[in-house]
């Protein structure tokens, strides 16, 4: 099972960027999806996510009404569109799959991407 993120990159604040999860070696229909975010010295803070069937989107306080999240299932990929950037969105991006009804709790994640950079100048 392999998580493929991608996307990421430096952008100023104000801008907007689009993180893609490619999901491969099994069918994900039971699966929920979620995209988390590290910064530097911090915790690992849940962003968002996506129930793979039927597609109902959870979002963390700090980015809701800016992010969202939807998904593709012909191509088993789920994606984090990220508007109105804000130097505080620095962090390292993770996509994640669980089976377990979504939950902000990295560790009930079984699996996770390789992360992805996202950079916000001020």
């Known amino acids: 099972v392999q998580l493929q993120a991608s996307g990421g990159g430096l952008v100023q604040a104000g801008g907007s960027l689009r993180l893609s999860c490619a999901a491969s070696g099994r069918t994900f229909s039971t699966y929920y999806m979620a995209w988390f975010r590290q910064a530097p010295g911090k915790e690992r803070e849940f962003v968002g996510g996506i129930t793979w069937t039927g597609g109902r989107t959870y979002y963390g306080e700090s980015v809701k009404g800016r992010f969202a999240i939807s998904k593709e299932n012909a191509e088993n990929t789920v994606y984090l569109q990220m508007d109105s950037l804000k130097p505080e969105d620095t962090a390292v991006y993770y996509c994640?799959?669980?089976?377990?009804?979504?939950?902000?709790?990295?560790?009930?994640?079984?699996?996770w991407g390789q992360g992805t950079q996202v950079t916000v100048s001020s």
């Open positions: 994640a799959a669980t089976k377990v009804p979504i939950t902000t709790t990295p560790a009930r994640y079984e699996y």
